[in-house]
């Protein structure tokens, strides 16, 4: 028997535009910018199931690679789709800075991707910001500022 290191920790991963901007307004730019993403996950080695782009925030499940740390993952992730929207769109585009990230258990994976696929739904209710204080109050993060 080999010795290997072996995990499967899912991560929600959540990142907004700086300023909550719905700079990403285009529809079919978000689609082509979640494919560029997806593909990108490919190339970083980074398993990701699903992702959706809205216009002022994205959300990624990923299952977190043995050989990089949360921190890697989410400036991989969000350090290259920003240089490519800036490539395709021409403009000066700027994530938030920071990151949310939430464990998911292997039993919620089918809830967990169910919530992203149905995004553009969901946001015609609820606000990134309020969706975003929904999960962390849902976490238990009482100290924002932390």
Sequence with gaps: MSVRSYTKIWIHLIWGTKNREKSLYDREFRKKAS?????NSVDKK???K??????????ALIDLPTNK???????????????????????KFNWAVGYAAFSVSESKLDTV??????????????????EYEEFLRGYNIKDLNR
Excluded: C, P
């Design 50 to 59: 699903i992702n959706y782009v809205n216009a002022d925030h994205v959300h």
């Design 113 to 130: 991707v169910k919530y992203i696929k149905n995004q553009e739904a969901h946001h015609k209710h609820i606000s990134f910001k309020e």
């Design 69 to 91: 740390t949360l921190e890697d993952v989410a400036r991989l992730l969000k350090g290259e789709l920003s240089s490519w929207i800036n490539t395709e769109l021409a403009l």
């Design 35 to 39: 494919q560029h993403l997806a593909e």
């Design 46 to 48: 980074i398993y990701m």
